[in-house]
């Protein structure tokens, strides 16, 4: 994989990795509850396991540990992972806080939500 970030494309890099390779970042900012890890699990049951789990290459999860919890209350041995590789520690410690924090930081457009909740409703 290139170095260079204006060419490196980390989408095509989706790995599947045994969870037990997986581990948590010792200083993760995030708390994720009983609660939201039921939420998870059932958003894993519903969906399947569609948003990788970024990591280090040593398998430090960067982004995903919520994830990774959820997935392995529910047996699942193999997860889908982004390793990243291109970025330095300091990079990658950004890129936790960041990848946290930018998803708070938008607004949601309640008029387009209440279509779209309204259409699901009407498909049930």
């Known amino acids: 994989m290139s170095k260079n970030m204006n060419q490196t494309w980390v989408a095509d890099h989706v790995v599947l990795t045994p969870i037990n ?37 040593d398998g430090t999860i960067i982004a995903g540990h919520g994830r990774v919890e959820a997935a392995k209350t529910r047996g699942i041995a193999n997860i889908p992972v982004v390793v990243v590789d291109h970025l330095s520690d300091p990079q990658i410690r950004a890129l936790r806080i960041a990848d946290n924090k930018l998803a708070e930081l938008s607004d949601w457009n309640e008029a387009a939500l209440h279509i779209e909740l309204g259409e699901l409703m009407d498909l049930s």
Do not use: C, E, M
């Open 21 to 57: 390779n997986l581990n948590a970042y010792a200083q993760n900012n995030r708390i994720h509850n009983a609660a939201s890890i039921d939420k998870l699990k059932v958003s894993i049951a519903t969906f399947g396991y569609v948003i990788p789990v970024l990591a280090a290459a």
